[in-house]
T-cell receptor
Framework: AQKITQTQPGMFVQEKEAVTLDCTYD???????LFWYKQPSSGEMIFLIY??????QNATEGRYSLNFQKARKSANLVISASQLGDSAMYFC????????????FGQGTELSVKP | SAVISQKPSRDICQRGTSLTIQCQVD?????MFWYRQQPGQSLTLIAT?????????ESGFVIDKFPISRPNLTFSTLTVSNMSPEDSSIYLC????????????FGSGTRLTVV
């Protein structure tokens, strides 16, 4: 069965420092995609970054990068130069090709950025 | 990427009543996804709605409780029927971007409180 695990319920980071949010996944399907979303207190889901299972390079989007370790089945999100506005819930999600396009979400990590 | 208009944004309902949530997409999409986010929890897929066919429900969700309509490629509704306080959640609709690397777009969510 497909599963996403985020083991950090909450994280603190000092403003301007980098932080890594952990995500591990489990699937036997060779074709899958991994996503990270940010959910501020307003409740909206903001797409941050995507990594395909066949992508050779780690994805990067501005201050966000994805540390993709395929053999370890991990897809950690790295946020560089944290800002106060980064305080939010962060969800890792997986799309498995054989499962028809639906996203499976991890439990989420609440990030708090300290001034 | 697509823009989704979801309404209502919030509602307070009496137990035993029903609420219909609407999602309008500004482009044609094959599949629409409906999620539930219980307080302090992650997103759980309720069902996948395809135009012209019955929705596909995930384990633990049934059509009698969460009937879905998908009359065309830009619109879908989810009804929460015979509500109880346990149905108090955020309900979100979502569509996949044509370019998978652009992620999935989510509606702004419906915050439902059942009293």
């Amino acid at each position: 069965a497909q599963k996403i695990t985020q083991t950090q319920p909450g994280m603190f980071v000092q403003e301007k420092e980098a932080v890594t949010l952990d995500c591990t996944y489990d699937t036997s399907d060779p074709s899958y995609g991994l996503f990270w979303y940010k959910q501020p207190s307003s409740g909206e889901m903001i797409f941050l970054i995507y990594q395909g299972s066949y992508d050779q390079q780690n994805a990067t989007e501005g201050r966000y990068s994805l540390n993709f370790q395929k053999a370890r089945k991990s897809a950690n999100l790295v946020i560089s130069a944290s800002q106060l506005g980064d305080s939010a819930m962060y969800f890792c999600a997986m799309r498995v090709a054989s499962q028809g396009g639906k996203l499976i979400f991890g439990q989420g990590t609440e990030l708090s950025v300290k001034p | 990427s697509a823009v989704i208009s979801q309404k209502p944004s919030r509602d307070i309902c009496q137990r035993g009543t029903s609420l219909t949530i609407q999602c309008q997409v500004d482009s044609q999409v094959t599949m629409m996804f409906w999620y539930r986010q219980q307080p302090g929890q992650s997103l759980t897929l309720i069902a996948t709605a395809n135009q012209g066919s019955e929705a596909t429900y995930e384990s633990g969700f049934v059509i009698d409780k969460f009937p879905i309509s998908r009359p065309n490629l830009t619109f879908s509704t989810l009804t929460v029927s015979n509500m109880s306080p346990e149905d108090s959640s955020i309900y979100l609709c979502s569509v996949e971007a044509p370019d998978r690397a652009a992620g999935y777009t989510f509606g702004s969510g419906t915050r439902l409180t059942v009293v």
